[in-house]
């Protein structure tokens, strides 16, 4: 059944407790005490429902770079696309020409190399786009990030800290399509706003960027 925005699949059992199980990147199982009302079921979902959302990332999130083997020809994600790697000897550079990511390298057949390039090369492009992005609006929203920073995050797609006002992006983001990440970006400015998930931190959102929902399901739906 859907709740919210999650499909949940509820099984009832012995149990004193209810039990909640994040299968993968669209589905909840819940295993529920056999005398609880349905009511109560449906309301801790509700007051869980952030941090099912933030599970389901991690489901969202593969596959990903480590788990394919990074040979020449290889599908690769960026920016909410699909490119196919072409592994070329030379000085090293990284350049996208149509639907090809060409990394060229001294050791092209050396995968921690590739891996280690291409990493480089995300990072130096998410900065960028990043960047862009916070020149854009900063001056709509009328909040300053003191910094931001790339990382890999297992569980989120950004964070802020509300007192040095620095935000985080996750490494993952530059796999994402533009429309994802503009989205993370304005959801952490806006944390400099209001530091909870509250309805003033939605009206804001709604405000600035009124599709944001839309692009928060894309995003954790893997789209
Ligand atoms: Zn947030």
């Not at 529920?32 to 109560?40: F, I, K, L, T």
């Not at 994802?180 to 405000?207: I, P, Q």
């Amino acid at each position: 059944m859907q709740i919210g925005p999650h499909q949940v699949v509820i099984e009832r059992k012995r149990t004193k407790h209810l039990y909640l199980k994040i299968k993968n990147a669209t589905q909840v199982h819940v295993s529920a005490p056999r005398q609880w009302p349905h009511e109560d079921i449906v309301a801790i979902i509700e007051s869980r429902s952030d941090w099912i959302t933030e599970q389901q990332q991690r489901f969202a999130e593969r596959p990903e770079l480590a788990s394919a083997p990074l040979v020449d020809g290889a599908m690769i994600p960026y920016r909410g696309r699909n490119y196919r790697l072409a592994l070329r000897q030379g000085a090293s550079k990284v350049t996208i020409v149509d639907d090809e990511i060409i990394v060229q390298l001294a050791q092209p057949d050396d995968e921690s190399a590739v891996t280690q390039r291409l990493e480089r090369w995300y990072r130096s492009q998410l900065k960028q786009q990043i960047s862009e992005l916070l020149l854009h609006w900063q001056p709509i929203m009328q909040v300053q990030a003191s910094d931001f920073g790339v990382r890999k995050m297992k569980t989120r797609w950004g964070s802020c800290n509300i007192r040095t006002k620095k935000i985080w992006l996750n490494f993952d983001l530059v796999k994402k399509s533009p429309q994802s990440l503009e989205y993370v970006v304005v959801h952490e400015l806006t944390h400099l706003y209001e530091r909870y998930h509250n309805a003033r931190f939605y009206a804001l959102m709604d405000k600035f960027l009124p599709d944001w929902s839309e692009r928060r399901h894309r995003l954790n739906h893997n789209e």
